[in-house]
């Protein structure tokens, strides 16, 4: 994502994060996905690698993951091409977490200490 200024970068992340209410430890995996998911624009838009980056962060902290099935149901049930799109990048991309709680602490303790008014 090297070449998108803050400024373009920063709506699409709050976005994402109201979108899925996404708690601090969730958004400290996430930058670790977004650091480790390889974006392709030829592919898929910015704001939507974000959001699935986001959507795999949250499934990996959630005691019950098939929760957040329903609400992608209905994120998804205007735009069939969106959630097929979603289930090849999953596919691609899902074998790539495997973060320790160690390095997830870490990254929490980067962004706190980051001045960010990232945290709503």
């Given at each position: 994502?090297?070449?998108y200024k803050e400024e373009v970068l920063f709506p699409y992340l709050?976005?994402?994060?109201?979108?899925?209410?996404?708690?601090?430890?969730?958004?400290?995996?996430?930058?670790?996905?977004?650091?480790?998911?390889?974006?392709?624009?030829?592919?898929?838009?910015?704001?939507?690698?974000?959001?699935?980056?986001?959507i795999i962060a949250k499934e990996q902290l959630l005691i019950n993951?098939?929760?957040?099935?329903?609400?992608?149901?209905?994120?998804?049930?205007?735009?069939?091409?969106?959630?097929?799109?979603?289930?090849?990048?999953?596919?691609?991309?899902?074998?790539?977490?495997?973060?320790?709680?160690?390095?997830?602490?870490?990254?929490?303790?980067?962004?706190?200490?980051?001045?960010?008014?990232?945290?709503?």
């Open positions: 994502m090297s070449g709050i976005r994402a994060c109201k979108c899925l209410h996404l708690t601090e430890i969730e958004i400290a995996l996430w930058s670790l996905c977004i650091e480790s998911f390889k974006w392709d624009p030829k592919y898929l838009q910015l704001q939507n690698h974000l959001l699935f980056s986001a993951p098939s929760l957040i099935d329903l609400y992608l149901t209905n994120l998804f049930n205007s735009d069939s091409t969106l959630a097929k799109k979603y289930k090849n990048w999953t596919m691609m991309n899902s074998m790539k977490v495997s973060f320790t709680p160690i390095q997830i602490n870490e990254q929490y303790s980067v962004l706190r200490n980051a001045s960010l008014s990232f945290y709503l």
